[in-house]
T-cell receptor, first 113, second 114 residues
Framework: KAGVTQTPRYLIKTRGQQVTLSCSPISGHRSVSWYQQTPGQGLQFLFEYFSETQRNKGNFPGRFSGRQFSNSRSEMNVSTLELGDSALYLC????????????FGEGSWLTVV | QQQVKQSPQSLIVQKGGISIINCAYENTAFDYFPWYQQFPGKGPALLIA?????SEKKEGRFTISFNKSAKQFSLHIMDSQPGDSATYFCAASVSSGSARQLTFGSGTQLTVLP
């Protein structure tokens, strides 16, 4: 069974640009959540989607958004990139409705210059 | 109140020794406590998890001890091996409606010396 797949793995963007990251969950998983990992702030929850609906959102500005498609694949978008958005963005998926067991992908490394 | 405090920040252990990482939380609504292991360049991998109705859970060399009254939980790695060298994160979650979000500790960088 394939794990959580994230693309692209590495990308460099310029300040002010926008970026879209993609996530394919484990087959059969309907919950997808996103986390930001930085050396200073650690792992922080961005948002979670289940059956195309956002169920929960962390404390991030509106520049961070996401969506989930009918096949459970998810995308997150960051607009008007800032230098501080440089981070590892992790997608995670879960099979349970309540999202108990959460499996992470290997992440997308975003560098904003 | 959503914080999870993790210590130590780094830990060096000799091969065969016991590694102990501690976490403390404030939010009594937390009802799921997983530990994740992360190697450089990889995403966090679920290691072991516990619920507050159990005081201890063991899986192979990894044991979680849970103290509900003290609001603390810890990871014990028995017979630590160089391959265990990684960053370990404790986490906690609470059902928010039907959703869950993980609140992570700050991580412990474990180095096991050969």
């Amino acid at each position: 069974k394939a794990g959580v797949t994230q693309t692209p793995r590495y990308l460099i963007k310029t300040r002010g640009q926008q970026v879209t990251l993609s996530c394919s969950p484990i087959s059969g998983h309907r919950s997808v959540s996103w986390y930001q990992q930085t050396p200073g702030q650690g792992l922080q929850f961005l948002f979670e989607y289940f059956s195309e609906t956002q169920r929960n959102k962390g404390n991030f500005p509106g520049r961070f958004s996401g969506r989930q498609f009918s096949n459970s694949r998810s995308e997150m978008n960051v607009s008007t990139l800032e230098l501080g958005d440089s981070a590892l963005y992790l997608c995670a998926s879960s099979s349970d409705f309540s999202g108990n067991t959460i499996y992470f992908g290997e992440g997308s490394w975003l560098t904003v210059v | 109140q959503q914080q999870v405090k993790q210590s130590p920040q780094s830990l060096i252990v000799q091969k065969g020794g016991i590694s102990i990482i501690n976490c403390a939380y404030e939010n009594t609504a937390f009802d799921y406590f997983p530990w994740y292991q992360q190697f450089p360049g990889k995403g966090p991998a679920l290691l072991i998890a516990i619920r507050p109705d159990v005081s201890e859970k063991k899986e192979g060399r990894f044991t979680i001890s849970f103290n509900k009254s003290a609001k603390q939980f810890s990871l014990h790695i028995m017979d630590s091996q160089p391959g265990d060298s990684a960053t370990y994160f404790c986490a906690a979650s609470v059902s928010s409606g039907s959703a869950r979000q993980l609140t992570f500790g700050s991580g412990t960088q474990l180095t096991v010396l050969p």
